[in-house]
């Protein structure tokens, strides 16, 4: 499975972005996709994730009512909608993804995902 991340960009506070996973290989559309973040000097944290099936997402607290999850029919690319941005939404994000069945649980944990894309630059100015 190959991912790309794209959709990042410098803003100002309050701006929105989408952000963009494109994915190819084998059976994506068995794919669970999850997106993380990672700000400089900090661990990667979980943002949101999204089911296989696309009927489940999570998000953590700090972007819950902000950040939205959404997917194409394909289920070749997974979306994140960031809205309201703010300066500590600063980090590269990463989109990773895990092959699991329909009714498995969404993972926040990094290491439960094998695959992952090479990072989008976010950078939210206040």
């Known amino acids: 499975v190959q991912l790309q991340a794209s959709g990042g960009g410098l803003v100002q506070a309050g701006d929105s972005l989408r952000l963009s996973c494109a994915a190819a290989?084998?059976?994506?559309?068995?794919?669970?996709v999850g997106w993380f973040r990672q700000a400089p000097g900090k661990e990667r944290e979980f943002v949101a994730a999204?089911?296989?099936?696309?009927?489940?997402?999570e998000y953590s607290d700090s972007v819950k009512g902000r950040f939205t999850l959404s997917r194409n029919n394909a289920k070749t690319t997974m979306y994140l909608q960031v809205d309201s941005l703010k300066p500590e939404d600063t980090a590269v994000y990463y989109c990773?993804?895990?092959?699991?069945?329909?009714?498995?649980?969404?993972?926040?944990?990094?290491?439960?995902?094998?695959?992952w894309g090479q990072g989008t630059q976010v950078t939210v100015s206040s």
């Open positions: 290989g084998r059976d994506v559309s068995r794919l669970f």
């Open positions: 990773a993804a895990k092959y699991g069945i329909l009714t498995a649980p969404i993972s926040r944990d990094t290491g439960d995902y094998p695959y």
């Open positions: 999204m089911s296989r099936g696309g009927s489940r997402t």
